[in-house]
Protein backbone atom coordinates (compact mmCIF):
# COMPACT_ATOMS: atom_id res chain seq x y z
CA UNK A 1 0.00 0.00 0.00
CA UNK A 2 3.15 2.32 0.30
CA UNK A 3 3.60 2.86 -3.32
CA UNK A 4 -0.38 4.04 -3.65
CA UNK A 5 0.13 6.86 -1.18
CA UNK A 6 4.02 7.83 -3.12
CA UNK A 7 2.31 8.22 -6.05
CA UNK A 8 -1.47 10.05 -4.77
CA UNK A 9 1.88 12.52 -2.60
CA UNK A 10 3.41 12.48 -6.38
CA UNK A 11 0.64 13.25 -8.15
CA UNK A 12 -0.89 15.94 -5.36
CA UNK A 13 2.93 17.31 -5.88
CA UNK A 14 2.70 17.67 -9.60
CA UNK A 15 -0.70 19.08 -9.54
CA UNK A 16 -0.02 21.44 -7.05
CA UNK A 17 3.25 22.51 -9.05
CA UNK A 18 1.23 22.76 -12.28
CA UNK A 19 -1.11 25.12 -11.11
CA UNK A 20 0.82 26.79 -8.70
CA UNK A 21 2.98 28.03 -12.09
CA UNK A 22 0.69 30.81 -12.91
CA UNK A 23 1.71 29.83 -16.61
CA UNK A 24 1.35 27.07 -19.32
CA UNK A 25 4.37 25.07 -17.60
CA UNK A 26 6.59 21.92 -19.16
CA UNK A 27 6.80 18.86 -17.73
CA UNK A 28 10.60 20.20 -17.28
CA UNK A 29 9.74 23.53 -15.28
CA UNK A 30 7.04 21.41 -13.12
CA UNK A 31 9.21 18.89 -12.48
CA UNK A 32 12.09 21.47 -11.04
CA UNK A 33 9.25 22.09 -9.00
CA UNK A 34 8.30 19.42 -7.50
CA UNK A 35 12.42 18.40 -6.87
CA UNK A 36 12.16 21.01 -4.44
CA UNK A 37 9.39 18.87 -2.13
CA UNK A 38 10.50 15.46 -3.62
CA UNK A 39 13.77 15.60 -4.07
CA UNK A 40 14.17 12.18 -5.75
CA UNK A 41 11.59 12.23 -7.60
CA UNK A 42 12.57 11.32 -11.43
CA UNK A 43 11.27 12.82 -14.48
CA UNK A 44 9.44 10.05 -15.97
CA UNK A 45 7.35 10.04 -12.54
CA UNK A 46 6.81 13.78 -13.25
CA UNK A 47 5.77 12.66 -17.42
CA UNK A 48 3.76 9.76 -15.68
CA UNK A 49 1.61 11.57 -13.37
CA UNK A 50 1.05 14.38 -15.75
CA UNK A 51 -0.46 11.98 -18.42
CA UNK A 52 -2.48 10.67 -15.74
CA UNK A 53 -4.01 14.14 -14.79
CA UNK A 54 -4.21 14.66 -17.94
CA UNK A 55 -6.46 11.26 -19.05
CA UNK A 56 -8.40 12.34 -15.62
CA UNK A 57 -9.30 15.79 -16.84
CA UNK A 58 -7.66 17.49 -14.23
CA UNK A 59 -5.37 19.27 -15.97
CA UNK A 60 -5.22 19.70 -19.97
CA UNK A 61 -2.58 20.15 -22.73
CA UNK A 62 -1.96 23.61 -24.11
CA UNK A 63 -1.49 23.10 -27.97
CA UNK A 64 0.90 25.72 -28.91
CA UNK A 65 2.48 24.33 -31.52
CA UNK A 66 5.80 23.78 -29.65
CA UNK A 67 7.93 20.58 -29.92
CA UNK A 68 7.49 20.53 -26.13
CA UNK A 69 4.07 19.68 -24.39
CA UNK A 70 2.85 22.63 -22.49
CA UNK A 71 0.54 21.86 -19.71
CA UNK A 72 -2.72 23.90 -18.66
CA UNK A 73 -4.16 23.73 -15.18
CA UNK A 74 -7.25 25.33 -16.63
CA UNK A 75 -9.61 22.73 -17.65
CA UNK A 76 -12.51 24.89 -18.86
CA UNK A 77 -12.97 25.76 -22.34
CA UNK A 78 -10.43 28.37 -23.79
CA UNK A 79 -8.12 29.19 -26.31
CA UNK A 80 -4.12 30.46 -26.44
CA UNK A 81 -2.65 33.80 -27.77
CA UNK A 82 0.79 32.39 -27.87
CA UNK A 83 4.16 35.56 -27.92
CA UNK A 84 5.97 35.07 -30.91
CA UNK A 85 8.82 36.77 -29.50
CA UNK A 86 8.77 36.19 -25.57
CA UNK A 87 7.22 32.68 -26.09
CA UNK A 88 4.50 33.65 -23.31
CA UNK A 89 1.62 31.97 -23.40
CA UNK A 90 -1.77 33.73 -22.18
CA UNK A 91 -5.26 32.22 -21.89
CA UNK A 92 -8.61 33.52 -23.93
CA UNK A 93 -11.85 33.33 -23.06
CA UNK A 94 -14.05 32.05 -25.74
CA UNK A 95 -17.10 34.69 -26.88
CA UNK A 96 -20.49 34.11 -28.40
CA UNK A 97 -18.70 34.55 -31.36
CA UNK A 98 -16.26 31.48 -31.64
CA UNK A 99 -19.32 29.33 -30.77
CA UNK A 100 -21.34 30.62 -34.26
CA UNK A 101 -18.27 29.11 -36.24
CA UNK A 102 -18.92 25.99 -34.76
CA UNK A 103 -22.26 26.06 -35.29
CA UNK A 104 -22.00 27.10 -38.52
CA UNK A 105 -20.33 23.26 -39.18
CA UNK A 106 -22.81 21.23 -36.82
CA UNK A 107 -25.20 22.94 -39.77
CA UNK A 108 -22.76 21.28 -41.97
CA UNK A 109 -23.32 18.25 -40.64
CA UNK A 110 -20.10 17.99 -38.58
CA UNK A 111 -20.45 16.61 -35.62
CA UNK A 112 -17.52 18.62 -33.12
CA UNK A 113 -16.70 17.12 -29.77
CA UNK A 114 -14.17 20.18 -28.79
CA UNK A 115 -12.19 22.56 -30.89
CA UNK A 116 -8.72 24.19 -29.18
CA UNK A 117 -7.72 27.37 -31.12
CA UNK A 118 -3.76 29.10 -31.01
CA UNK A 119 -3.87 32.66 -32.19
CA UNK A 120 0.05 33.96 -33.21
CA UNK A 121 1.51 37.11 -32.59
CA UNK A 122 2.88 39.95 -29.59
CA UNK A 123 1.74 40.27 -26.38
CA UNK A 124 1.49 43.83 -25.20
CA UNK A 125 4.39 43.89 -23.34
CA UNK A 126 6.68 43.32 -26.76
CA UNK A 127 4.82 45.50 -28.45
CA UNK A 128 5.87 48.09 -26.33
CA UNK A 129 9.37 47.34 -26.05
CA UNK A 130 9.51 47.65 -29.97
CA UNK A 131 7.62 51.20 -31.13
CA UNK A 132 11.00 52.27 -28.12
Given at each position: ???????T?Q???V??????????????????????????????????????????????????????????????????????????????????????????????????????????????????????
Open positions: MAGATRDRKDALRAARGSGDHPTAEQIHATVRREIPRISLGTVYRNLQRLVAEGTLSLAPVGERTARFDPMTTPHDHFVCDRCGQVFDVMRGRARQASVENLKLRGFEVRSHKLSIYGSCPDCVRSSRR
